[in-house]
């Protein structure tokens, strides 16, 4: 239902991308966003807008203008007085140039917005950011939610100025039909000139998750079906293959043929980055809500050769060792900054909630550094937000055994992910006070590496 306090949404929207009013009342844009194109020369763009539609909604982005294709996102509340509906309005496969500032306006032929600046980055090296679970309004408090996302957001693009896109593991709202979330979420103003690449969460299960983003090379077959909006998508950046999927649907088979068909579709990648919301390592409230995803996920995790893991929904920081058939990899990599263990072998997955496999000795901290290594290393991330953390549930011969790092912290933090040509590095840092905490760096030999152009 459409409030009757929409002009002052508008009001706020544009106060918080530095809109002046008198433009933006001429065009009513707001929740404006980016997602990555197919790659690093293309970008998608949605808004949201008031106005009614005329046919000649556009982007313009440097001397080339590119039409709309727009629908309604949430119908008039016809008992309101002054309600109206709400469009949702996208531009999809916009070309830009890599390392290249642009300026974009969007408007209905007639009126537009004032310019919003973007720079685009190298993507041979090149940052990323990744946050978990925003889940605005989850708190109870929907204000005080959106502060701390957006002091995330604010605080880690300040940190690496030239990032290139972030990345979020779902759950951007609590409730998936609440536009009032969605505006507190959007109260992020660098998401309209910082691309946005989101996972669906369990929380997204609405069309206003597909009204907000415009992701590319979604599937129609994959990750999907008629109750969750979404479906498992991919894009390229550089050397990198990002593949997102709807961890909503549990048929893995239709998850393993996209990765299949994905990979298959870019044999040039150099790095594979697995994106999904339910992590299938965590040890939190969800600890025993993914075995099946877990023992299902793994295998095909493992035969696709996937490098990194990203993912959430149990709010709180872990990182695995190397993981290749539900085990530590032992051999096929070297690594420094801590002494390796020798463990005995163990039942890769079991029910744990009623079964302790083995008793081992505590978590290792700091700095890694793997070399050439086998398997595959998985990463939650907590709250980005703080709106909600989950008490830790330490598990021996499980916490103890499969992570080399992890912590609850109750304050938000976030993922910094650097990759040039022959090493990912993913770093976590706390939002207060910008200490990192944990740093996990993969290195692929000279040997191996290929140039990218």
């Given at each position: 239902?459409?409030?009757?306090?929409?002009?002052?949404?508008?009001?706020?929207?544009?106060?918080?991308?530095?809109?002046?009013?008198?433009?933006?009342?001429?065009?009513?844009?707001?929740?404006?966003?980016?997602?990555?194109?197919?790659?690093?020369?293309?970008?998608?763009?949605?808004?949201?807008t008031t106005s009614e539609l005329t046919g000649n909604e556009e982007l313009l982005i440097g001397t080339d203008s590119y039409i709309a294709t727009c629908s309604v996102a949430e119908e008039a509340d016809t008992e309101g007085e002054e309600s109206t509906d709400i469009f949702s309005?996208?531009?999809?496969?916009?070309?830009?140039?890599?390392?290249t500032s642009y300026s974009y306006r969007i408007g209905d032929g007639v009126d537009y917005t004032d310019a919003v600046s973007v720079e685009t980055q190298d993507a041979q090296n090149y940052n990323f950011i990744f946050v978990g679970d925003p889940q605005i309004?989850?708190?109870?408090?929907?204000?005080?939610?959106?502060?701390?996302?957006?002091?995330?957001?604010?605080?880690?693009?300040?940190?690496?100025?030239?990032?290139?896109?972030?990345?979020?593991a779902g759950d951007q709202v609590n409730t998936a039909n609440s536009s009032s979330e969605y505006d507190g979420f959007f109260t992020a103003a660098e998401l309209a000139t910082t691309p946005f690449a989101p996972a669906i969460g369990n929380h997204d299960e609405d069309d206003l998750y597909s009204s907000h983003f415009n992701i590319p090379n979604v599937s129609a077959d994959y990750g999907t079906s008629e109750q969750y909006s979404g479906g498992d998508y991919w894009f390229s950046y550089g050397d990198t293959l990002f593949m997102v999927l709807n961890?909503?649907?549990?048929?893995?088979?239709?998850?393993?043929?996209?990765?299949?068909?994905?990979?298959?579709?870019?044999?040039?990648a150099r790095w594979k980055v697995l994106v999904y919301h339910h992590s299938i390592f965590s040890s939190a409230s969800h600890v025993a809500d993914v075995n099946g995803t877990r023992t299902?996920?793994?295998?095909?995790?493992?035969?696709?050769?996937?490098?990194?893991?990203?993912?959430?929904?149990?709010?709180?920081?872990?990182?695995?060792?190397?993981?290749?058939?539900?085990?530590?990899?032992?051999?096929?990599?070297?690594?420094?900054?801590?002494?390796?263990?020798t463990q005995s072998d163990i039942t890769a997955y079991v029910d744990l909630v009623d079964?302790?496999?083995?008793?081992?000795?505590?978590?290792?901290?700091?700095?890694?550094v793997v070399v050439d290594p086998e398997g595959t290393v998985y990463f939650t991330a907590n709250s980005a937000s703080g709106s909600k953390y989950y008490d830790f549930n330490e598990i021996d011969g499980y916490t103890n055994y499969y992570f080399a790092m992890y912590e609850q912290l109750k304050t938000p933090t976030y993922l910094n992910i650097d990759v040039d040509n022959y090493s990912l590095t993913v770093s976590a840092y706390r939002t207060d006070t910008g200490e990192q905490l944990d740093s996990y760096t993969i290195v692929k030999s000279r040997e191996g590496r290929h140039s990218y152009e």
């Open positions: 239902m459409i409030r009757k306090h929409m002009l002052f949404r508008l009001l706020l929207a544009c106060l918080a991308l530095g809109i002046p009013v008198m433009a933006s009342a001429d065009y009513a844009a707001y929740d404006i966003t980016m997602q990555p194109g197919s790659s690093e020369v293309e970008l998608n763009f949605t808004w949201l309005c996208q531009v999809s496969s916009v070309a830009v140039e890599k390392s309004g989850s708190s109870g408090e929907t204000e005080d939610d959106a502060k701390g996302w957006a002091t995330t957001v604010t605080t880690a693009l300040t940190a690496f100025p030239d990032t290139s896109f972030i990345m979020s961890t909503n649907i549990d048929d893995n088979s239709t998850h393993e043929t996209f990765i299949e068909e994905t990979i298959a579709a870019n044999p040039d299902a996920l793994y295998p095909i995790i493992d035969e696709n050769d996937i490098d990194v893991v990203l993912s959430g929904h149990d709010h709180f920081y872990a990182r695995t060792y190397q993981l290749s058939g539900g085990e530590i990899v032992e051999d096929g990599a070297s690594y420094s900054s801590f002494d390796r263990r079964e302790a496999v083995v008793e081992v000795d505590s978590k290792t901290v700091g700095r890694t």
